[in-house]
């Protein structure tokens, strides 16, 4: 065990990533045991306060993200201080991420529908750098001969292709399906040519004359969200906690944008 870490992660300098998707992981689900307990009203926890404030934990977790990453980049990729500041980088992190909702629509969406968003992100981020720990290269550069990374031509190529196909999955309204394509080429290349989701820029752009293809696409949405909507739901409510029934939507504070 020991020689297949050195091997796989000291040796090629992949330990302080793994250190900091560990020390995330870890964060997020300490820290939504915590909130359900809170929550409950079970335990020793409680909220935060300063006076009538409400002190979130994306606050310390900004804290520790930009304490770790200035001194991820000021340290090599071995030693015990980029080992150190990849943990305190993964726990700020974690604690910024678990709250990604509430930055996104400036309000207090954590036990309500738009809240699930905030879990979404955090296990999508887990799963894309657990690509990167398994070898994955964004836009495809792993695929690449030795000989061809010589080769700036074929770089920049190769990026630029791949990085279309992510751009028009993205404008098809398949975001994860981009995300998960600028590590994994073939999966962008999927979202880029099958139909767009209705509402999406390319739908609005290009289906706009088509009523065939608005009515495709319809009701390939409608049979997708059908067969993976629920279940998606249920896991990120068995990871984050399912939201109040009686919670206000999110609202867009005046003045943010």
């Not at 150190?84 to 700020?92: K, L, P």
């Not at 630029?160 to 995300?179: E, H, P, Y």
């Not at 989701?197 to 049979?223: C, I, N, V």
Request: hydrophobic content about 45%; proline content about 5%; charged content about 20%.
């Amino acid at each position: 065990m020991g020689h297949w870490l050195y091997r796989n992660f000291v040796e090629p300098g992949k330990l302080p990533l793994l250190l900091a998707l560990t020390s995330f992981v870890l964060t997020f689900v300490i820290t939504r045991v915590i909130v359900r307990l809170i929550r409950a009203g079970k335990g020793p926890f409680r909220n935060v306060q300063s006076g009538n404030l409400h002190i979130h934990h994306v606050v310390p977790g900004v804290v520790l993200t930009v304490i770790g990453g200035f001194g991820a980049v000021a340290s090599s990729r071995y030693g015990f201080g980029a080992c150190a500041c990849a943990v305190v980088f993964g726990i700020g992190a974690g604690l910024v991420l678990d709250e990604f909702a509430l930055i996104l629509h400036l309000h207090d969406v954590y036990w309500t529908e738009e809240g699930r968003k905030s879990v979404e992100v955090v296990v999508v981020t887990a799963a894309l750098v657990g690509l990167v720990l398994s070898g994955f290269s964004p836009f495809g550069v792993n695929d690449l001969t030795d000989q061809e990374l010589q080769d700036r031509g074929s770089v920049i190529a190769t990026v630029a292709v791949n990085f279309l196909f992510a751009l028009l999955a993205l404008s098809k309204g398949k975001a994860r399906t981009a995300i998960f394509g600028v590590v994994v080429p073939f999966v962008a290349l999927v979202g880029a040519v099958r139909l767009a989701r209705p509402g999406s820029p390319w739908a609005k752009r290009f289906y706009r004359r088509r009523p065939h293809a608005r009515a495709r696409s319809s009701l390939r949405a409608y049979h997708h969200d059908r067969r993976w909507l629920g279940p998606s739901r249920r896991l990120q409510d068995w990871i984050g906690g399912k939201p109040d029934p009686d919670a206000e939507p999110a609202r867009s504070l005046p003045g943010r944008h």
